[in-house]
């Protein structure tokens, strides 16, 4: 990216999350330009186009076992309220009235008044609380700010406390009992609301806006066991970390997850233009079928769902993923940042780091011993993105979290100038050296 003084930069976040090959992708370019030769835009409600139907069926091919109905939407937002409204109207159908969802703490689904309803961010949702219809929160599974860690009654994590106050990224001890403590917290919501929740959503693997909290492995398969125990559809929203993030093609597959419904949006067009999905089962698509005076029909429609610029960008992006291969050669890179993130780790103010793939979160800490936070007033997040900036370098943080989303078609030689820049920032400002 060029600022308005020529000053170039290395874009560390892919523009929030969605750019995939990079700005300016020439074949991108092209197939937008390509589409707006043939049809700009028509209406998705009584019709249908050659772009948004040959997209659909590609995501139905791409996409775990059985989602094979999708749905068109604008925004990782609207994604998530289709996902919400149908599975709402899905056990309306089923002759159940179910108006609970459960979610995770601390999670983040977008910030339209469903989605923001089974948002867990404090400072993001807090003030519509009135606004909103009833979530049931289970713990969000972080190892470092485990929300167990003091509880007498954690006695597998009495042992942890004692060696350190902090477990180490990848403590196994921690992560299993982790993984239980929370996988009991969301089972105790599900037993006490039987029969009146909806769904359960989660942000699979990594709650992203709440500072890249990794779950500890296993946690996602026993979330979705728990939730078939007790007949509860499973939502998750990709809406990060579908198409590559992770290291996989959707971050499900790493536990071999088939929810019931996906949300996608962010990577799709490559970061190039507005466009979503929700993609379902046939059981229920097919609950929503009957003659026309039943009214069974999913009232939800946007003006411009399935744009079909927007999808023709999306199919060659999806082309351009197939042809450069471009999951299987992230490889190298996934391990390049997983060595960058072990050798920041005893740096003074580095609290933790997480990292699920290309998806990774450094927090910068006070005191590294106890974990204690920086005031929020030292604006540490921001003054090393201000560092790194003098560095050619953009990134952006969440609070104290310094965040890397690196496109997936970054360089090797890039991604080494990125870390640089990253570690050189936060060293200048946390260790007072100007590097
Ligand atoms: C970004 C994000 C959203 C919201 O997407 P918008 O396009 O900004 O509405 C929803 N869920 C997750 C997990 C996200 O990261």
């Known amino acids: 990216m060029t600022d308005d003084r020529g000053r170039r930069y290395l874009d560390g976040v892919s523009s929030l999350w969605v750019t995939v090959h990079g700005h300016r992708e020439p074949a991108l370019d092209r197939a937008i330009r390509r589409q707006l030769g043939r049809m700009a835009h028509t209406t998705f409600l009584g019709l249908t186009h050659e772009p948004g139907a040959l997209l659909a069926a590609e995501l139905a091919r791409l996409a775990p076992r059985g989602l094979r109905r999708v749905f068109y939407s604008d925004n990782g937002s609207t994604a998530v309220e289709v996902a919400l409204k149908m599975a709402f109207q899905y056990w309306a159908h089923e002759g159940e009235k179910r108006p609970e969802f459960l979610a995770l703490s601390q999670s983040y689904h977008g910030d339209t008044l469903g989605a923001v309803s089974v948002g867990g961010i404090r400072l993001f949702h807090h003030a ?89 492995p296993g946690y996602l398969k026993g979330l979705e066991l728990l939730c078939r125990r007790y007949g509860v559809p499973l939502i998750a929203d990709e809406v990060l970390t579908g198409f590559g993030r992770t290291g996989t093609l959707f971050a499900v597959e790493r536990e071999k997850v088939i929810p019931d419904f996906l949300c996608l949006s962010k990577s799709i067009t490559g970061g190039y233009l507005p466009l979503a999905v929700t993609m379902t089962t046939e059981k229920i698509y097919r ?94 997040g921001h003054r ?37 820049g990253v570690e050189d920032s936060i060293v200048e400002v946390t260790e007072g050296e100007p590097a």
């Open 384 to 420: 090393v993105c201000l560092a790194a900036r003098k560095r050619g370098v953009w990134i952006r943080p969440l609070g104290d979290v310094v965040v890397l989303v690196p496109p997936l078609g970054i360089s090797m030689k890039e991604l080494e100038r990125l870390l640089r």
């Open 287 to 380: 609950a929503f079928l009957g003659r026309p005076e039943e009214f069974k029909t999913f009232f939800h429609g946007h003006t411009y769902t399935a744009n079909p610029l927007a999808c023709a960008v999306a199919r060659e992006n999806l082309k351009l993923y197939r042809q450069r291969r471009l999951v299987e050669a992230l490889r190298p890179k996934i391990v390049r940042l997983t060595e960058f993130l072990a050798g920041l780790r005893d740096r003074a103010h580095v609290g933790d780091v997480r990292q699920a793939g290309f998806l990774a979160g450094i927090e910068l800490v006070a005191d590294k011993r106890t974990g204690r936070p920086y005031p929020v007033t030292a604006r540490v």
């Open 128 to 216: 519509f609380k009135p606004l909103l219809f009833t979530a049931r929160f289970a713990p969000a599974p972080s190892c470092y700010r485990c929300p167990f860690r003091r509880k007498e009654s954690a006695g597998m994590l009495r042992g942890i406390e004692e060696r350190s106050l902090r477990p180490k990224p990848g403590d196994r001890r921690a992560q299993t009992a982790c993984r239980w403590e929370c996988l009991g917290g969301a089972e105790r919501i599900l037993k006490a609301r039987r029969g009146r929740l909806a769904a359960a959503v989660v942000e699979p693997v990594v709650q992203g806006a709440a500072g890249m909290l990794v779950q500890p």
